[in-house]
Every structure is written in structure tokens, then in C-alpha cells.
């Protein structure tokens, strides 16, 4: 079972979700694929049972919860929280490697599709990989913030393709204290 909770950010409401074995979704108000992993959009709250005492369930999913509410607390008082949310992060192999992979890149500092691809293909012992199918599991990462989608970045510089809307990637790279003087926002392309 899902449980959610919503969050009140400096970049506006956010639905959070778990189960018991951890974060399944931390998606931004008005995102591209707001909640798009949750079955029939049914949003569950954490409630206690008629006794009083929550369900073993319900139990691991609340304390996932609060360590979450926790962690963003501290990111947007501007602090780099020192652990992460326990995360249930489902998908194909290769979007799970992908995930993983933003997940290594430091707090404040960026990295670019085509890195990103590279690494992976290096792993695999390819030639080469396509930046644009990274780039697309990198969009449909289920847990935005804590995985850092928002620091992978265009190879010209250009701050693209973020679901959560290119102005809010703008604000979380800020409060990362990024330096922001190569990027640049599109005309045209991916960026909301």
C-alpha cells in the first residue's frame, strides 16, 4: 500500500509517497508527470488504526515520511542534509542504473547527459550510449530533489529538460549555491 503526505516548499506544494520498504515519489505541484507512478492517482493518507496504534505498514511508511519531511526541511533551510530517505525507486534496469547515477552527483555541482551516458556506457564496456535516452530516465525519475535530477545539465550549458519546470531547477541549483554563470535557459526544446 501507498501512503502520501504533501510538503509546503519555497517552490510549492509537494506529494510525497512511500510504502513500507521505502520513498516511491517526491514529485513537484504541476510537474510534468505529477504522481504519474501512483495507481488510479488514489492518494492514501496515514492513518491510525482504530486502536489507536498505527499498522506495521503504516508505521514504516510514516517514519519514511517524516525522515523525508526531515531531509527538506534542512535542504530548503539551505543545508545539505547529511543522509538520505530510505527510497523504493521502481522502474527498468536501465532507468534504476540511471537513478543510481544521479544519486552520485555532489551537492551544488552539475553534470551533463552526455557524462552521464558515457559513465554508463563505460560500466557496460560500450562505445557509446545515447544522452537522450538518459536524458529520458533522468525525466522520469520518480523522486525528484533527494535524486537530483535537477543538477544534470545540457553539454552547451543549456539548463533543459526538467520536469518539475525550469525555473524551479533554476531555484535548486541557486540554493545549492551552483555556480549558475555557464548556464543558460532555451529558447526552444525541453525546458518548461
Request: hydrophobic content about 35%; charged content about 20%.
Amino acid at each position: 500500500m501507498i501512503y502520501t503526505s504533501t510538503y509546503f516548499s519555497p517552490l510549492g506544494t509537494l506529494l510525497l509517497a512511500a510504502d513500507s520498504a521505502g520513498l516511491t515519489g517526491l514529485w513537484l505541484e504541476n510537474g510534468k508527470y505529477f504522481a504519474d507512478t501512483l495507481e488510479n492517482k488514489e492518494y492514501k493518507k496515514i492513518e491510525k488504526t482504530p486502536t489507536g496504534s498505527a499498522a506495521a505498514g503504516q508505521k514504516e511508511a510514516s517514519e519514511i515520511l517524516t525522515d523525508t519531511r526531515h531531509w527538506l526541511d534542512l535542504y530548503f533551510q539551505g543545508k545539505k542534509p547529511d543522509f538520505t530517505p530510505k527510497l523504493h525507486l521502481t522502474g527498468s534496469d536501465f532507468r534504476m542504473e540511471v537513478w543510481k547515477l544521479l544519486l552520485e552527483i555532489p551537492y551544488g555541482q552539475t553534470v551533463t547527459y552526455g557524462a552521464l551516458a558515457r559513465k554508463l556506457a563505460d560500466r557496460h564496456g560500450l562505445a557509446k550510449m545515447s544522452a537522450q535516452a538518459v536524458g529520458g530516465a533522468v525525466g522520469h525519475n520518480p523522486v525528484s530533489i533527494i535524486v537530483p535530477c535537477h543538477r544534470v545539465v545540457g553539454t552547451n550549458g543549456s539548463l533543459t529538460g526538467y520536469a518539475g519546470g525550469i525555473g524551479n531547477k533554476v531555484k535548486l541549483l541557486e540554493l545549492e549555491h551552483t555556480d549558475m554563470s555557464r548556464f543558460f535557459i532555451p529558447q526552444k526544446g525541453t525546458a518548461r
